[in-house]
Nanobody, 121 residues
C-alpha cells in the first residue's frame, strides 16, 4: 500500500507562482514514474508533467517554459514548480505514481487526493 500526501495548492493572481509537492510513503521497491495531472471543472483530467526515476521529463505543451517537474528519489517526493500562472491553469492537481512492488514484480498505480489551484485576479 502506498500513501500520497500532496501540498502547496492555493489561490494566486495571474502571473504568480505556486509549488506543489507530493510525498509517497509505504512499502514498495521503486517508483519508476511520478506525474502531475490536473482536472478543471467540466473538463477531462489531463497529464501536466511526468518524470521518470532517471530524471527524464515531459510536459504539456501549454505549460512548457512555465512549469518544472522534479523529484527527490531519496525522499520519494515529486515537485511541480509553476510560474507565470494563467487563469486557464486553474484546476485540481493530482499527484500520480507508478510503483514497483518488488524487484521484477508487478507495478501499481496510485493517485493523490488532489489540491486546488486557482488563478484569478
Amino acid at each position: 500500500q502506498v500513501h500520497l500526501v500532496e501540498s502547496g495548492g492555493g489561490s494566486v493572481q495571474p502571473g504568480g507562482s505556486l509549488t506543489l509537492s507530493c510525498a509517497a510513503s509505504g512499502s514498495f521497491f521503486s517508483i519508476p514514474d511520478m506525474s502531475w495531472y490536473r482536472q478543471a471543472r467540466g473538463k477531462q483530467r489531463e497529464l501536466v508533467a511526468q518524470i521518470t526515476s532517471s530524471g527524464s521529463t515531459s510536459s504539456l505543451d501549454s505549460v512548457q517554459g512555465r512549469f518544472t517537474i522534479s523529484r527527490d528519489n531519496a525522499k520519494n517526493t515529486v515537485t511541480l514548480k509553476m510560474n507565470s500562472l494563467k487563469p486557464e491553469d486553474s484546476a485540481v492537481y493530482y499527484c500520480y505514481v507508478v510503483v514497483l512492488v518488488s524487484r521484477g514484480g508487478i507495478s501499481l498505480q496510485y493517485w493523490g487526493q488532489g489540491t486546488q489551484v486557482t488563478v484569478s485576479s
